[in-house]
């Protein structure tokens, strides 16, 4: 079965540092999502990516996070400065469809940031 | 924008009973309400959903149900087994090719444990 992969899936930064987390997509989707959860809480959404640009994000997705489609495989998510809250899971997700609401998201196995 | 509310927030039941888990949601819009289950540490898997136009669906244990008109859906668990303890979360989306937000809101998820 197609898999979301992400790496790393753990990483541990310190505060004000820039992190770049890097997922591989299931190669024929077409749209990609980027996910939080915090500890215990809900899934969040922060933007999703399609056709090499933004095409939805949350108030999450402020000016220190950033997407990017580098290459045909890779989509990554950078955060300039982190903060203590920003320690989260961080699930990137991919569909061929978003519209018709035909298929429900594929996840990765998410990225754990711990920000010290 | 959407606000989807999951209850309960922790279920416990004994093996071979049944569970359900309950969600309403606020956007009469919403027409794709799928369902994921997260064992501990991993990814959110989608196990069922169910669209606007569909009253009840059901694969071999488990059954959604949705009622329009009230704005709620549930999920259905019959026979638990161990291993269906994971927090399970539901979501709703307006999956429309003529607008809207397509993405899924989240409810903050029901964390079900099953004893042996």
């Known amino acids: 079965e197609p898999e979301v992969t992400q790496t790393p899936s753990h990483q541990v930064t310190q505060m004000g540092q820039e992190v770049i987390l890097r997922c591989v997509p299931i190669s024929n989707h077409l749209y990609f999502y980027w996910y939080r959860q915090i500890l215990g809480q809900k899934v969040e959404f922060l933007v999703s990516f399609y056709n090499n640009e933004i095409s939805e994000k949350s108030e999450i997705f402020d000016d220190q996070f950033s997407v990017e489609r580098p290459d045909g495989s890779n989509f990554t998510l950078k955060i300039r400065s982190t903060k203590l809250e920003d320690s989260a899971m961080y699930f990137c997700?991919?569909?061929?469809?978003?519209?018709?609401?035909?298929?429900?998201?594929?996840f990765g196995s998410g990225t754990r940031l711990t920000v010290v | 924008g959407e606000n989807v509310e999951q209850h309960p927030s922790t279920l416990s039941v004994q093996e071979g009973d049944s569970a359900v888990i309950k969600c309403t949601y606020s956007?009469?819009?919403?027409?794709?309400f799928p369902w994921y289950k997260q064992e501990l540490g991993k990814r959110p898997q989608l196990i069922i959903d169910i669209r606007s136009n569909v009253g009840e669906k059901k694969d071999q244990r488990i059954a959604v149900t949705l009622n329009k008109t009230a704005k709620h859906f549930s999920l259905h668990i019959t026979e638990t087994q161990p291993e269906d303890s994971a927090v399970y979360f539901c979501a709703a989306s307006e999956g429309s090719a003529s607008g809207g937000s397509y993405i899924p809101t989240f409810g903050r998820g029901t964390s079900l444990i099953v004893h042996p």
């Open positions: 997700a991919s569909s061929e469809a978003p519209r018709t609401g035909l298929y429900g998201y594929t």
């Open positions: 956007d009469s819009a919403s027409n794709y």
